[in-house]
């Protein structure tokens, strides 16, 4: 396997990986095959082999090591080609979206150096997950005001182009985001690694008030989350935003900023409380309308986010005391990741048949 020695191969490297996401995008066009079918089951196959290979000829993979690692990425995506029922049944659209989880944990692995990767390179590689989400939306954003400009100048003289650059442009544009976004952060380690701490210390205060206004709001609404499947969606999203910041902000906080310290265990606190409603109320649903696959993976992953910030909080209170430092906070949050892959595999690949392809 030939590797990366300077940025001029490193380039032509990543024209052509870029050049085989957009043609596995192009390929419902090409062979005319349903798109509608095709990219539920195949959005991993289009993002995750080339990041994979992108990342293992930066770090000098050897072709055994590379191809196991493409080998294990390519099994969900073979799994939901396979599987029968159709595209809306309930545990297809589980394995889709948590495939996705599943292929980033072994993109990780590469990233790591295998799995028994170290504690600081898994928090490294979670700061990257998130410089890489921040500077795909940069590039989306320019990506899509540049879209804009684009079709508007051209019907400004009579012409049409939406159907041509969407077929001919953005299928091959879309998917070169993440490996475009992973050049420049490889590349410019400066330029958006300060920016995730940054909005992590901005936003922490606010979450906070808005969770602890929201728990009491909850109280007094209309909404009834016991049956509001969207807020409680909505609750999952928040706790899972909450973890990142946790993350996010004492990586780059000042040992001595004790009240930083006591603003996060506060959060993590009032995250535990909301997080034990929502997993009241998925019960209670349980119990009240029998068990689904998706109201059995709402459970699972409440339950295991409930253990995970019972487990930072207990940490952020020692750190409070200076009984530990934040390094001890940070390996609390990186050494539960592979139970999330875990439970992850289970919805991925057993759900489907405890629940009959439903």
Known sequence: MHFIENSKQELIALMLLVFISGFITKVPFLFNIDPELFYPRNIGTIVFPTLITYLSLRNKLNLYTWLIYLVISFIPIIFLNLIPGGDNSDTFFLSSTHSLFFLLSIYGLVYIGGIRGKSNKRVDFLHYCGDLIIMSGLLLISGGLFTAITIGLFQEIGFNIEVFYFENVLVWGLPAIPLIASYLIFNNKDLVSKISPLIAKIFTPFVFLILFIFSFAIIFSDKNILVDRELLLMFNIIIIAVLALILFSLSHINSSN???????????FISIIDNLIVLFAISSRLFEFGITPNRLALTGLNLLVSFHLIIISKQLFLLILRK???????????????????????????????????
Do not use: D, G, R
């Open 324 to 358: 530990v430092n934040t390094n001890n906070v940070l390996n609390s949050i990186v050494s539960y990741l592979p139970i999330y892959v875990f439970w992850t595999s289970v919805v991925i690949f057993l759900f489907p048949i405890i629940f009959n392809f439903k």
């Open 258 to 268: 004790k009240f930083q310290f006591i603003l996060l265990f506060s959060l993590s």
